[in-house]
């Protein structure tokens, strides 16, 4: 049975934008990477996209941009100067933009409707390169409920992700899925029927409803209860924007936060894209720009980002191709391991992570919350941290996979092998300094998992970063990979989830 919730309107298909998603200058006075970050999936390429693109086509073209920009400047020279001052630009641009798009990790509410049928060509790739058989032969019959509500940034491939796990079962024979968007399904009756939940790129606070403490807490309740008495949960991707935000920071470190509580920087999320307006359309120097030069820069990022002269751009390439209207990133400054130097190099000196969680015991049991992201389309190699682990047969004893995806990092605060059994990370050694270089606050010891499995209480936990792309679905060893993972927090597939590390070891 496959239950549904409302229809699709708005879903974006890539996580965030290219742009800056934290403050442009973090507390140290280092200007912020390039890659996503924090917990609102902030950034304002995804925002850009859906103001400009006027006609609700998915795709926006030069008319469009152009005209959007026009309308812009009539609307922010409410004095009738004839140039937009800095101050009227930021606050034109924050108001012009979705709201959605500055939101903290803790997102209250829903982000209207989302999109529950997957793409039939990435369905048809993803068929192709599904498993024949399961690693384990199930014990009894099992029953998946995979969860696809987001309530913070809507993956495009979250119905994809939830078409998968329904197919990987039916082929294999290993188990059954419901499929749902509706959060209040996590409840202690409902929840009774099943053997594992899978959360499809989840975000936000997804269990909760803002206008019923009590049915939040219940639905939190049934989680945890569900996990700790023996059962499982497995998560992909988004799993882990889940329960956090940005911390709040003082006054002379940063400023008043931006729109939605999230973002932290002098101006908001737009203050990045400001600057840049002012640098590339300040033509006679004055610090303003006229309606000529405004709605210039239109036909220039517009050039820009069409890289394939087709006068269209589609959602998906919007954001990354948006990262063309920004300079090159500063060459970083390496330390001695090789890793850039964004910290003080004394603990008690470093800043803390900018993110908080806000459900500590959901942070804790699926293993941290995302900190930080490389775009779509950063080639990342997968390192095997165990080839002989049930859970990386899927790797053949290869010691590595060349995977192109959204890829996630995890605080210094909130993801640590003293709580996990790492399956996959980062192999932090084949990155540029110049990749490594786009993260905020990178951590020293370049330690990123990518896939681990832990034990809550009776029940077991599996986690995957990757899958933010539906290419990635069309990958057999991640697939089987994923198919191990849940095979496990079944209780089907025996495995070690002893911590990588013993508690109080470096």
């Not at 499929?179 to 053997?195: C, F, G, H, M, V």
């Not at 931006?258 to 006679?284: C, F």
């Not at 002269?309 to 920004?326: C, E, H, I, N, T």
């Not at 459900?359 to 293993?367: C, S, T």
């Amino acid at each position: 049975m496959r239950r549904t919730g409302s229809a699709a309107a708005w879903t974006t298909a890539v996580c965030a934008a290219v742009l800056l998603a934290a403050p442009l200058m973090g507390t140290q006075g280092q200007p912020a990477g390039r890659g996503g970050g924090g917990g609102g999936r902030g950034g304002v390429a995804p925002g850009l996209f859906t103001a400009t693109d006027a006609n609700k086509d998915g795709a926006v073209t030069r008319e469009e941009m152009k005209a959007t920009f026009e309308r812009w400047f009539t609307e922010w020279d409410t004095t009738k100067a004839g140039a937009l001052s800095q101050e009227e630009l930021l606050s034109g641009l924050n108001a012009a933009l979705p709201p959605q798009q500055f939101a903290g990790g803790a997102f209250g509410g829903g982000r209207g409707a989302q999109n529950q049928t997957p793409n039939p060509s990435d369905v048809q790739a993803m068929m192709a390169a599904l498993p024949e058989t399961a690693p384990a032969k199930p014990r009894q019959p099992r029953k998946v409920l995979v969860l696809g509500r987001a309530a913070g940034f809507v993956h495009s491939s979250i119905p994809l992700a939830a078409r998968t796990v329904e197919e990987m079962g039916k082929k294999t024979g290993a188990w059954s899925t419901t499929i749902t968007y509706d959060a209040a399904d996590i409840n202690e009756a409902n929840l009774k029927q099943y053997d594992a939940i899978f959360l499809a790129s989840t975000t936000g606070a997804f269990l909760d409803d803002p206008n019923d403490a009590a049915a939040t807490a219940a639905r939190r309740k049934a989680l945890l209860d569900f996990v700790r008495n023996g059962k499982g949960l497995a998560g992909i991707h988004a799993a882990t924007d889940s329960y956090h935000q940005n911390r709040p920071l003082p006054e002379g470190e940063g400023g008043r936060a931006g729109r939605g509580g999230g973002r932290g920087g002098r101006g908001g999320a737009a203050a990045p894209v400001v600057t840049q307006l002012l640098a590339q359309g300040d033509r006679n120097a004055d610090q303003r720009l006229s309606r000529e030069e405004f709605t210039a820069l239109a036909e220039a990022w517009f050039d820009k980002i069409d890289t394939t002269k087709a006068g269209r751009v589609s959602q998906a390439d919007f954001p990354q191709r948006f990262a063309a209207v920004l300079p090159p990133p500063s060459p970083p400054t390496l330390g001695p391991t090789g890793f850039p130097i964004q910290q003080p190099a004394a603990p008690e000196q470093r800043v803390p992570d900018r993110q908080t969680g806000t459900w500590p015991e959901f942070n804790q049991m699926i293993g941290g919350f995302f900190k930080f992201h490389w775009n779509d389309g950063q080639e990342i190699w997968v390192k095997v941290e165990e080839p002989d682990h049930p859970l990386n047969a899927a790797f053949k004893g290869k010691p590595q996979l060349k995977v192109i995806d959204e890829t996630y990092t995890f605080g210094r605060e909130t993801y640590s092998r003293e709580n996990l059994r790492v399956l996959t990370s980062v192999d932090y050694d084949k990155m540029s300094a110049e990749d490594k270089a786009k993260e905020q606050y990178p951590r020293d010891d370049g330690d990123y998992a990518l896939s681990w499995i832990r034990r809550e209480g009776k029940g077991r936990v599996f986690y995957e970063a990757h899958g933010h792309n539906e290419k990635v679905y069309a990958i057999r060893p991640i697939l089987e990979h994923v198919l191990a993972g849940i095979q496990y927090v079944l209780g089907d597939l025996e495995a070690d989830a002893t911590p990588s590390k013993k508690p109080g070891t470096r």
